[in-house]
């Protein structure tokens, strides 16, 4: 390879066979699409569009009201992001939602927003487990933890009572700049070096 040429794709058919130039190429190809998984989260989002499993309004209506409800209470974006895409998983993944929306977000958001996310199924169940036989109360196992209050004051002052049809949401593409920037890069990620 001529100086100053760059490979444009990797040469090897086996990682064991990849060199330190075969890796930039793949890099410099990945900065290409940079910004587009948000593209794509918001393309997953409007799938919940006309979802209502059996709700009064659509999951991404529910989704939008949880946010909106966030934002005018003065949370900050990576909370209104999260608050967002919290049900995300709702029609992929119904038996473990939660935990869809914590891996989506996990590089990007705090410690204390990703434990609201993973946590917030069980939390939300306070408000309904009880009529489908399950116990209201397994919240109580984590009674205790840091952010035992925040994720339950989540539920309550915006997820729980986000099935309201009179409700005036912001629109989807409202949300998608805060999306970007909470985003944007990652805060931890195994394919990032360790800040010095």
């Known amino acids: ?3 100053g040429e760059m490979l444009q794709q990797a040469k090897f058919h086996s990682m064991v066979e ?9 890099s410099r190809a990945g900065q290409a699409h940079r910004g587009e998984h948000v593209d794509r989260i918001v393309s997953h989002l409007n799938l919940l569009k006309g979802d209502h499993g059996g709700f009064a309004v659509d999951r991404l209506e529910h989704s939008l009201q949880t946010a909106t409800r966030a934002h005018q209470a003065g949370q900050d974006e990576e909370y209104v992001v999260c608050a967002l895409l919290h049900d995300i998983g709702d029609i992929l993944m119904p ?15 705090s410690d204390r927003n990703l434990w609201m996310l993973e946590k917030h199924g069980i939390f939300q169940g306070y408000y309904f487990f009880h009529h489908l036989g399950l116990d209201r109360d397994m919240r109580e196992e984590f009674r205790g933890h840091p952010d035992f209050e925040y994720t339950a004051q989540f539920c309550h002052l915006y997820d729980q009572n986000s099935f309201d049809p009179a409700f005036q949401s912001m629109p989807l593409e409202a949300f998608v700049p805060m999306m970007r920037r909470v985003m944007e890069t990652p805060k931890r990620s195994i394919y990032r070096r360790p800040a010095e």
Do not use: C, F, Q, R
């Open 95 to 109: 038996a473990n939602h939660a935990e869809l929306a914590a891996t989506i977000l996990s590089p990007y958001v």
């Open 18 to 26: 990849g060199t330190a130039e075969d890796w930039a190429a793949i």
């Open 1 to 3: 390879m001529a100086d």
